[in-house]
């Protein structure tokens, strides 16, 4: 079966140093901001899909109509994966979210750190309008995880937040050790809570002659295995790699070309179009770590 990955919206009330919308702000001084179309949306994935709504550049709560995107997409019977950083709603906001999800639903905070830390990395985080919005979901039919990002600065809080995530009543604590330290080696934590793939990543990219045997896991069988991605704008991309700003404008999925927006086309024709189908051959071909569309676009064999 088909799955998504869905940005509902690239707007976000955080600056996370090491978040692609905050590379792109520095870099060019200016954001992109948008919201995805909910009639849109909803007839393109149609019923019983499998959506993991987070974006490479936004958080899905600050889609103005975030409850009535959710409650279409319930009404058709999908399963929903949030992700957000859980900041700036109100307690009756989450408590209409709470009756719109159910048992297959799943809603990740991404808390990295306690009070006095989780803002260092998460910046402009409000940890009161997280505390709320947890405590307004005690009672509730999904499933709800913590994620924590071990950082410099947090990783001695790895434990105690561990222990605060049962006494809150989450379901999971999932420590995400991070791959994402170009340019910003000062937030890095000891290398015990560094993901071993950074050592590739930067070898890729300091080393023209560094070489690794890859296989891209964007399709298996000749069917697409990794979840499509659609952007805040309605943008149609295999995979999420190459929906980020470093890539969106140099590749053949540009949305100048307008081709492969979820406004005028439908899963099928897009999945038929001849490119679609091509990039999806080529990436059969891609053997070595220089050849992938981006060095996370692949496992190490
Ligand atoms: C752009 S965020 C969108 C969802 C939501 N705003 C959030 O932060 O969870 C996409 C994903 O990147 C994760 N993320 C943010 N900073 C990261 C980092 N430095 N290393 C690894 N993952 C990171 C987020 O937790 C989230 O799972
Ligand atoms: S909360 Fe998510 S979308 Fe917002 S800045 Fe941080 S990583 Fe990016």
């Given at each position: 079966m088909v799955n998504f990955h869905i940005?509902?919206?690239?707007?976000?009330?955080?600056?996370?140093?090491?978040?692609d919308r905050t590379w792109f702000y520095e870099t060019f001084k200016k954001r992109n901001l948008h919201e995805i179309n909910i009639e849109h949306l909803v007839k393109f994935v149609g019923p019983n899909a499998q959506i993991?709504?987070?974006?490479?550049?936004?958080?899905?709560?600050?889609?103005?109509?975030f409850h009535q995107l959710c409650k279409k997409l319930k009404d058709n019977n999908c399963a929903l994966h949030i992700h957000t950083n859980g900041s700036a709603k109100t307690k009756a906001w989450w408590s209409k979210l709470n009756q719109i999800l159910n048992k297959d639903d799943c809603i990740t905070f991404a808390i990295d750190g306690l009070e006095d830390t989780n803002h260092l990395y998460r910046k402009n985080a409000k940890w009161n309008s997280i505390m709320n919005a947890i405590e307004s979901l005690k009672e509730r039919k999904f499933k709800m995880v913590w994620q924590f990002i071990p950082f410099k600065h947090n990783q001695h809080q790895i434990l105690a937040a561990g222990q605060l995530s049962k006494e809150l009543g989450f379901d999971e604590f999932k420590l995400l050790q991070s791959d994402r330290w170009l340019g910003k080696t000062e937030l890095m934590p000891d290398r015990e809570f560094v993901d071993s793939y950074y050592e590739h990543q930067e070898e890729v990219l300091i080393s023209p002659k560094y070489s690794t045997d890859m296989e891209p896991y964007c399709i298996k069988n000749n069917e697409p295995s990794n979840q499509l991605y659609i952007d805040a704008e309605g943008d149609f991309y295999p995979c999420c790699w190459i929906g980020t700003y470093r890539y969106k404008f140099k590749?053949?999925?540009?949305?100048?070309?307008?081709?492969?927006?979820i406004k005028d086309s439908t899963l099928n024709g897009i999945l038929q179009n001849t490119k679609v189908k091509d990039f999806f051959e080529s990436t059969k071909q891609f053997t070595s770590a220089h050849e992938c569309c981006k060095i996370q676009c692949g496992v190490k064999k």
């Open positions: 940005e509902p919206t690239s707007k976000c009330t955080l600056e996370c140093p090491l978040c993991s709504m987070c974006g490479n550049n936004g958080d899905p709560i600050y889609h103005s109509r590749h053949i999925f540009s949305p100048k070309q307008n081709k492969f927006n």
